[in-house]
C-alpha cells in the first residue's frame, strides 16, 4: 500500500483485498512503508483482511502514525506488527 489509504481506495480495493486474504496458503504480509495517510477507510480494509485471511496478517514497514491509529480502535492485536518501522519522512 501506498499514499494516502482512504474510504476511496477502501471503495476500489476491498473485494480484491479480500480475495486474496481468502485465497492465500499463509498469513499475507501487507507492506505499510509508503502509506502517508490513512483514515477510518484504510483501517476498515486493513481489519477485513484480518478477519478474512488465514492467520493474522503481517503489517511491515508500518508508520508510527498508522500504528497509532492501529492501538487507538483497539485492532492492533488483530495484526503481527513488524519491528523495521521507517522514519517520520517514510525512510
Do not use: C, K, N, W
Not at 44 to 56: D, E, I, K, M
Not at 82 to 89: A, I
Amino acid at each position: 500500500m501506498q499514499g494516502e489509504i482512504d474510504a476511496a481506495v477502501q471503495a476500489r480495493r476491498e473485494d480484491e483485498l479480500l480475495r486474496l486474504a481468502q485465497s492465500a496458503d499463509a498469513r499475507i504480509h501487507i507492506d505499510l512503508g509508503e502509506v502517508t495517510f490513512m483514515d477510518s477507510g484504510g483501517l476498515r480494509l486493513l481489519y477485513h483482511a484480518a478477519t478474512a485471511g488465514s492467520g493474522a496478517p503481517v503489517l511491515e514497514r508500518v508508520p508510527r502514525r498508522v500504528r497509532d491509529l492501529l492501538e487507538l480502535s483497539g485492532v492492533a492485536d488483530l495484526f503481527e506488527l513488524s519491528d523495521d518501522e521507517p522514519g517520520e519522512d517514510g525512510s
